[in-house]
């Protein structure tokens, strides 16, 4: 079948990139043991362990982000605990009740933030408006890197964070689903965006970052792991086969390829906001900073786009959405701000 044109609704519509298909080529050659007992697994895991700077950290594969963001967060929470998040954060609108689903009732405490963000000020708000036994307790606090609208939290709002969460005495999980992007934005290495400012656990996304599936669950204090397989293997993130989930991290992980893909995913937004920038029935929603282009427009716009061929979504703020990959082409992105230029020639 031949190829459709290339879309920008989602980075999980990019393909598989050749260093995890070749790892997984190579580690589909001949017999090893199963349930991650094999070769390819530990050298993932050292891998991440390398690239982390710690040889504490505890590592775990799971199939997709879901899984890992409830199985972590579950690990951390009794049942009557409570998890606090922004009311855009991906596990309390995108996840269809797994994170409380998967802790036995943990609620998730939701609070609301233009930019999707979080800040001292609001997390101890949440946690010390109520102590008394019919409220659930506060025990996690889970930010996204990047966020929902494509923004970054710096260094210095992670450490207030966490800062805030050792004061009150929480934990600090971050949801990664695009971690290689922030980590490429902001030029910093993947331990000082996590355990050296102070982030306790961590789902690092491999699927929006070339890999067919699987997501990385990293414990930086080795005892939050304790029995954590066993919750895997109950939630059916156990692979047989582990080395399939594993291989394609070894692949883009020890030749630095997550980190250019992330790359060329963020000029790839930045490349189209600045195509469109002075485009008068277009305007950008929150600022560029990693992969995401958010567009603001009338209805009848936004439909005219889909109408020459776009697809996109619209579930964040109403605007068009467009999301880049590792393998999103120029030329492509160029033809659509072409098209979205014409079009707003044709609204004036």
């Not at 799971?62 to 690990?75: D, H, K, M, R, W």
């Not at 958010?294 to 020459?308: G, I, K, V």
Request: hydrophobic share 45%.
């Amino acid at each position: 079948m031949p190829p459709e044109p290339q879309q920008f609704a989602s980075d999980n519509y990019a393909g598989i990139c050749p260093e995890a298909w070749g790892a997984m080529e190579a580690a589909n050659r001949g017999s090893v043991p199963a349930y991650g007992e094999d070769p390819w697994t530990k050298r993932a895991a050292d891998a991440f362990r390398t690239l982390f700077e710690t040889d504490a950290a505890e590592v775990f594969f799971a199939f997709n982000g879901t899984a890992a963001n409830a199985l972590a967060l579950a690990s951390l929470c009794q049942s009557y605990h409570s998890v606090i998040c922004s009311a855009s954060a991906h596990v309390e609108t995108d996840e269809c009740g797994a994170p409380e689903f998967f802790s036995n009732g943990s609620k998730l405490l939701v609070v609301a933030s233009p930019d999707g963000k979080l800040n001292p000020a609001l997390i101890r708000g949440v946690a010390t408006g109520r102590s008394d036994i019919h409220f659930p307790k506060p025990r996690v606090v889970t930010i996204t890197q990047p966020t929902e609208t494509g923004q970054l939290y710096s260094l210095a709002e992670i450490g207030a964070i966490a800062e805030t969460c050792r004061d009150l005495g929480l934990r600090l999980h971050m949801d990664g689903a695009r971690f290689a992007n922030a980590c490429a934005s902001l030029g910093c290495s993947p331990a000082e965006m996590t355990w050296k400012a102070g982030v306790d656990l961590l789902c690092f996304g491999g699927t929006k970052n070339g890999m067919a599936a699987g997501e990385a669950i990293l414990f930086f204090e080795p005892a939050l792991a304790e029995d954590f397989g066993y919750r895997c293997k109950q939630a059916g993130q156990l692979a047989s086969k582990m080395r399939f989930l594993s291989a394609p991290w070894v692949g883009v992980l020890e030749g630095g390829a997550w980190l250019a893909h992330a790359a060329h995913a963020n000029a790839c937004a930045r490349r189209l906001a600045a195509a469109v920038a002075d485009v008068p029935a277009f305007a950008l929603m929150f600022p560029v900073e990693a992969n995401a282009v958010f567009l603001r427009a009338a209805p009848e716009h936004l439909e005219a786009l889909r109408a020459r061929g776009w697809r996109f979504y619209t579930f964040i703020g109403g605007g068009a959405r467009f999301m880049f990959a590792w393998d999103s082409d120029p030329a492509r992105i160029d033809a659509l701000a072409d098209d979205i230029r014409a079009l707003s020639r044709l609204a004036a």
